[in-house]
T-cell receptor
Framework: DAGITQSPRHKVTETGTPVTLRCHQT?????MYWYRQDPGHGLRLIHY???????DKGEVSDGYSVSRSKTEDFLLTLESATSSQTSVYFC?????????FGNGTRLTVT | AQSVTQLGSHVSVSEGALVLLRCNYS??????LFWYVQYPNQGLQLLLK??????LVKGINGFEAEFKKSETSFHLTKPSAHMSDAAEYFC???????????????FGQGTILTVHP
């Protein structure tokens, strides 16, 4: 267990509502990542962080924002959820490349 | 730009048989290469990675992979499959950008490995 907790594990929300997913780590890793996993696409990077308050966009960042106010927490926010954001979201941490993944959050947008 | 192609979305082997999962990559700079395994309803677990040095990389659970630059390949193998190896496997590449790439991995689409008794 690499000490990564994602919450919630499952969420159903309606189109247009804001949603925040939380990732908490106990490993004190500098790097944290948010990925989404969709059938036929593997995992795609949404945003990543290389330190407190230091974040950058990944390849599918549109419609998502992130914040990292503490080393251990990395939040992913969908400002106005859309059905295309129905997916499984994974948080990962590492020392440069993602070494440890959380168990995922399954998000359904209806 | 970098990309990863995993040949075969499903691979089926008998218990005790050789496991071979194929991965080819495209990268404009020297790559870092990774294999991850995902069990149902879980996150990904790093099996092994290649950064520099020895091209044959050994990982956990008896898996290994060989970086072949001339073939732009990083195939994953295991001499003898176990039932517990049944899972989905992902190959990934990142750019070797002066020692760090901030984890900008590009993943393949995954290969589901089934092991028959």
């Amino acid at each position: 267990d690499a000490g990564i907790t994602q919450s919630p594990r499952h969420k159903v929300t309606e189109t247009g509502t804001p949603v925040t997913l939380r990732c908490h780590q106990t490993e004190n890793h500098r790097y944290m990542y948010w990925y989404r996993q969709d059938p036929g696409h593997g995992l795609r990077l949404i945003h990543y962080s290389y330190g407190v308050k230091d974040t950058d966009k990944g390849e599918v960042s549109d419609g998502y924002s992130v914040s990292r106010s503490k080393t251990e927490d990395f939040l992913l926010t969908l400002e106005s959820a859309t059905s295309s954001q129905t997916s499984v979201y994974f948080c990962a941490t590492g020392l440069g490349s993602p070494l440890h993944f959380g168990n995922g959050t399954r998000l359904t947008v209806t | 730009a970098q990309s990863v192609t995993q040949l075969g979305s499903h691979v089926s082997v008998s218990e005790g048989a050789l496991v071979l999962l194929r991965c080819n990559y495209s990268s404009s700079v020297p790559p870092y290469l990774f294999w991850y395994v995902q069990y149902p309803n879980q996150g990904l677990q790093l099996l092994l990675k290649y950064t520099t040095g020895a091209t044959l990389v050994k990982g956990i659970n008896g898996f290994e992979a060989e970086f072949k630059k001339s073939e732009t390949s990083f195939h994953l193998t295991k001499p003898s499959a176990h039932m517990s190896d049944a899972a989905e496997y992902f190959c990934a590449v990142s750019e070797n950008a002066g020692g760090t790439s901030y984890g900008k991995l590009t993943f393949g689409q995954g290969t589901i490995l089934t092991v028959h008794p």
